[in-house]
C-alpha cells in the first residue's frame, strides 16, 4: 500500500511537469531561482510553535488518565512520529505510544485512545477549514471543491456509499462483542488477557476526553495548531512575487486541499503541490508559478520535520540519561527487596 501511494505521488510530481507548457515550466524555474528563501525562518518558528502547541494538547488529554509527562518528552515523541511518518504512514503513531512509554512509564495501549481523539480533532479542525474556505471563497472553489470532493472522496452512488457505512459500522459492532465474548470466555489465555488489557487501555484513552480538567486550553490549543497552519500558509504566498497579491482568504482553501494532499500520498509528495497549483489557478496564478510556490511549501514543512525530527531523535536519550539512570536503580532495588 506504501509502495503504491508513494509511487503515486512520485508519478504526479512527473506529470505535473510533463503536463506543462514550455512557458510554464520555465516560470516555475525562474519563480524558484528568485524566491524569498529567507522566510523558510518565520515559518519555521510558526510551523514549530503548532508541534509544540500538539504537544501541550497530548499532555492535557493524559492527564485524566494520572500521567503528567514532561513537556520536552511529548515534545520529542510528536517530532520522532513525525519524522517516522515520512518513511511509513502510521508508523509515527505507535512510535509516539512507544517512546512515553518507555521513557515516561504510560502505558502504551493506554494512549491509543488519545491519538484517536487527536485524529477526530484534526478531522473537525479541517472540516471546519473547509466550511470558512466556501463561506468566503465560494465563488472562487465552489465547483472545484465539489469536483474534488467527487473525485477522491464520493467516487461511488449514494447507495453504495450508505452500504459501505453500513457495514462498517456493522464490522466495528460485531469486533465489540466479539471481544467481550472471548475475553470473559477464554480471559485466564495469557494472550487474551494482553489484548483485552490493549482494549480496556484503548477505551480508558477515548474516555480521557470526557474526564478532561483543563477543556478551555484544549480548544485553545486545538484552534491555535490550526491558526498556524493557516498563518505559515499564508506567509508562504509571500515567497514568490507574483503570489504575495493573494487574499488572506486565499489561504483558508489552499490550507485545506494541500491537507488532503498530505493525506493521500505520503508525505504529502506530488499532490501538496499539485493541489496548491490547482488552487491558486482559480485566482488567475499560472501553473509554473502555483507549482513553484506548492514545492516551496511543500519543502518548507519537509525541512523542518526531518531536521527537528532528527534533533529530537538524538536528544531524547541524552535529556533521559539521568531518568533511565534512577528508573533501573529504582527496579534493582524492588527486586532485591522482594
Request: proline content about 3%; overall charge positive.
Amino acid at each position: 500500500k506504501y509502495i503504491l501511494f508513494l509511487g503515486f505521488g512520485v508519478f504526479l510530481v512527473w506529470w505535473s511537469i510533463h503536463k506543462m507548457d514550455e512557458k510554464n515550466w520555465e516560470d516555475c524555474k525562474n519563480a524558484l531561482k528568485t524566491a524569498r528563501y529567507w522566510l523558510f525562518i518565520p515559518v519555521f518558528f510558526i510551523l514549530s510553535a503548532s508541534h509544540v502547541s500538539r504537544a501541550i494538547r497530548w499532555k492535557i488529554l493524559m492527564k485524566p488518565m494520572g500521567y503528567n509527562p514532561s513537556l520536552l518528552n511529548t515534545f520529542f515523541a510528536v517530532m520522532i512520529g513525525y519524522l517516522a511518518n515520512l518513511a511509513i504512514p502510521r508508523l509515527g503513531e505507535v512510535l509516539k505510544c512507544t517512546i512515553l512509554g518507555k521513557y515516561e512509564k504510560v502505558p502504551p495501549e493506554k494512549l491509543v485512545g488519545t491519538i484517536i481523539i487527536e485524529r477526530a480533532i484534526d478531522v473537525i479542525s479541517l472540516g471546519t477549514v473547509f466550511v470558512i474556505a466556501l463561506v468566503t471563497q465560494a465563488g472562487v472553489i465552489g465547483d472545484f471543491a465539489k469536483a474534488t470532493i467527487n473525485k477522491y472522496f464520493l467516487t461511488d452512488s449514494k447507495q453504495g456509499l450508505m452500504i459501505k457505512i453500513s457495514l462498517l459500522v456493522a464490522v466495528l459492532v460485531a469486533i465489540v462483542v466479539l471481544i467481550r465474548f472471548v475475553s470473559k470466555k477464554f480471559g485466564h489465555n495469557k494472550i487474551i488477557h494482553r489484548l483485552n488489557n490493549l482494549f480496556k487501555g484503548v477505551v480508558l484513552g477515548l474516555s480521557s476526553v470526557k474526564n478532561m480538567e483543563n477543556k478551555k486550553s484544549f480548544i485553545f490549543h486545538s484552534v491555535f495548531i490550526w491558526v498556524c497552519y493557516a498563518g505559515g500558509t499564508y506567509l508562504g504566498f509571500f515567497a514568490l512575487r507574483e503570489t504575495a497579491q493573494l487574499p488572506v482568504a486565499a489561504a483558508f482553501p489552499v490550507l485545506a486541499f494541500a491537507s488532503i494532499g498530505m493525506i493521500i500520498t505520503p508525505g504529502g509528495i506530488g499532490t501538496y503541490a499539485l493541489f496548491i497549483m490547482q488552487v491558486m489557478s482559480l485566482y488567475n496564478i499560472e501553473e509554473g508559478i502555483g507549482f513553484a510556490n506548492g514545492n516551496l511549501q511543500w519543502m518548507a514543512q519537509f525541512l523542518i520535520v526531518l531536521c527537528v525530527g532528527f534533533i529530537s531523535l538524538i536528544s531524547l536519550p541524552y535529556y533521559n540519561k539521568g531518568k533511565l539512570k534512577l528508573s533501573g536503580k529504582d527496579e534493582e532495588i524492588t527486586a532485591f527487596k522482594s
